[in-house]
């Protein structure tokens, strides 16, 4: 299930300006579908201010039980492979990865690829999704913390991002649809159609792969983002055996055992502080857990927590600083009336 019929007008994208093409994606409102969902117009923008470019299109599938992009790439290959040479042209440069975690199918898209495209077999992890991983993977270029990789020329996108940019930059049309795996199968959905018309009893079920999806509510609808629904494994949990498999799991070797701990008694440190935004939301952690706790949902709860405590101090440290000045303004003011009746007390007053 896809829509044919165009809305823009097909593009010769060999024989049209970098500038031209990005605004064709920006009008098509294409965001990053691998779940971060960033205006892709603005990571192009952004890399095509630097010196190095370089594209690396992602289809390794780092959620347990989602098989969407692989069936993407296993149908689409094609047309994903000329989104990546659509992003070089706008780019201008022929420095073009492509990471999938299947050596058929890799050697299935060299086959059909006849661009410098290196296609490369990368191990599934749960790390592999977060852009720096990936990039250090196939460039051994390290990028650091506190910056993005497009500010370094680096242009990671999902392989369903490509293929939305080739489909409305080549064909006109706009990207609807998408490929979504619905418990087990890969199927074609219209974005925008609500959860509870794609799987009619929602409980029990996960937006999202079933490490790293959030519950489904009956306001949920299918988002851009949205690579799968999944069973919600957690709904038969049992309690917390202290088994310490969740922190062995981590990839970040973050103490997820404490944070969980912490999240249930609602008692954050200052140092959980740093382990909740460290956190990447990987589901390491939830598919180790020999008890099915979906230790996500907790550290999730404590993030959105930690922010509402961090807008309300804020918030009380600006009302704070506004009642000081004011109380300095009155202060001032009633300083000065002060020294203007101490002056006309002093004049010599000619009386009439």
Not at 47 to 65: F, H, S
Not at 117 to 124: E, L, N, Q, T
Not at 272 to 290: E, I, T
Request: hydrophobic fraction near 35%; charged fraction near 25%.
């Amino acid at each position: 299930m896809k829509d044919e019929n165009p809305h823009f007008t097909p593009m010769d994208w060999r024989n049209t300006s970098a500038e031209r093409v990005i605004e064709r994606v920006e009008e098509a409102k294409i965001v990053g579908m691998g779940g971060a969902g960033y205006p892709t117009h603005l990571k192009l923008r952004t890399a095509i201010d630097t010196k190095t470019r370089i594209v690396i299109a992602n289809g390794v599938e780092t959620d347990p039980d989602v098989t969407a992009d692989r069936t993407l790439l296993a149908n689409y290959g094609v047309d994903v492979l000329e989104g990546i040479q659509i992003v070089a042209h706008v780019l201008n440069t022929t420095s073009c990865y492509l990471a999938v975690d299947e050596g058929i199918l890799a050697n299935e898209l060299r086959n059909c690829s006849k661009h410098n495209i290196r296609i490369s077999v990368v191990a599934p992890s749960y790390q592999i999704g977060e852009e720096r991983v990936l990039i250090k993977a196939l460039t051994s270029k390290v990028i650091p913390a506190n910056s993005y990789p497009a500010s370094h020329g680096i242009v990671v996108l999902n392989v369903a991002t490509l293929y939305a940019i080739c489909r409305c930059v080549r064909d006109g049309v706009l990207p609807t649809q998408r490929i979504v795996t619905v418990l087990g199968r890969d199927e074609w959905h219209r974005i925008g159609t609500p959860i509870d018309s794609i799987v009619p009893d929602i409980r029990g079920i996960r937006v999202g792969s079933s490490a790293t999806g959030h519950v489904a509510c009956s306001t949920n609808v299918l988002e851009a983002t949205h690579n799968a629904i999944s069973r919600d494994h957690s709904t038969d949990s049992l309690a917390c055996i202290r088994c310490g498999k969740c922190s062995d799991a981590c990839p970040k070797d973050l103490p997820v055992e404490r944070m969980y701990d912490e999240a249930i008694s609602t008692a954050l440190s200052s140092v959980s502080l740093l382990d909740l935004n460290a956190c990447n939301d990987c589901g390491a952690c939830v598919v180790a857990c020999p008890s099915r706790i979906h230790l996500l949902d907790h550290i999730r709860q404590s993030r959105s927590r930690c922010t509402s405590m961090a807008i309300r101090d804020a918030n009380a440290a600006r009302a704070r600083r506004r009642h000081q000045t004011k109380a300095k303004r009155l202060q001032d003011r009633a300083r000065r009336d002060q020294d203007e009746r101490h002056t006309r007390m002093q004049q010599d007053h000619q009386w009439l």
